[in-house]
C-alpha cells in the first residue's frame, strides 16, 4: 500500500466532518421529538414520531453520504484544474500565485516567492494526474456518514421505548440531547482551539435555535 493511500485510510473523516454529521442527525431527530405533545400525545402518536425520526435520518443519511462522494469526486477535478493552469501559464508570478491559492493562508504567508517558485518548477515537473474517480476509501468514508447521521437518531428515541410515560420520556430524551450538545461543542473547542467550556455553552444554544427554527419553518 503507497504512502498516499494509507494517508487517505487514516483521515476517513476529520474531527470536524464527524461531529458535524453528528450535529446535523441530532437536530433532525430534534425537530421530530420536540415537535411531540406531552399533554396529547398517545401510543401511536409516538410510535409515529419514533418511526418519522428514524426515516428521516436513514434518508438524510443516504443523501449526506452521496454528497461525500460528490464532494471528493469534485476535490479530485479541482485538483487536476490547478495542475494544469499551472502547466499552462508561462509567467511564474502568475503560477506562485496559483499555488498560493491552494494552500492555507498561514502557511502561504510564510513562503517566500523564491519557495513558491521551487514549488512551481516541481509540479510542472510532474506527470499528468489520471482522472478523478472514486476510491475504496471514499465509498467508506460514505457509509460513515449515512451510518453516523442514522445512529445519532438513537440516543433521542430510545427514551420513548423505555419509559412508558411521555412526559419523562420526553424530559430525558431533552436532556441527552443537551448533553449530546455540550460534548460535540466541548471536542468542537478542543478541536478549533477555543475555550472548550464556552464553545459547549454556545452550541447548547445553537442547537436549540436551530430546531426551534427547523420547526418554525415547517421541518
Known sequence: MSENEKTERSRILSPLERISEILFGLIMALTFT????????????VRTMIFGAIGCNLAWG?????????????????????????????????????IADTLPPVVASFLSPAELESMRQKIVRLPPPPRPRLRPPDYL?????????????????????VVGETL?????????ALVMLAILGYRLGRYGGYQPILTALSMVGIGVSLVLITMALGG
Open 168 to 176: 419523562r420520556a420526553m424530559r430525558l430524551s431533552n436532556a441527552i
Open 141 to 161: 468514508g460514505a457509509l460513515v456518514v449515512m451510518v453516523i447521521v442514522f445512529l445519532s437518531t438513537f440516543p433521542l428515541v430510545i427514551p420513548f421505548l
Open 34 to 45: 420536540g415537535a411531540l405533545s406531552a399533554a396529547t400525545a398517545g401510543h401511536e402518536e
Open 62 to 98: 443516504l443523501v449526506d453520504g452521496v454528497m461525500y462522494l460528490l464532494n471528493a469526486l469534485t476535490e479530485r477535478g479541482l485538483a487536476i484544474r490547478t495542475f494544469e493552469r499551472l502547466r499552462r501559464t508561462r509567467d511564474p508570478a502568475e503560477g506562485q500565485a496559483i
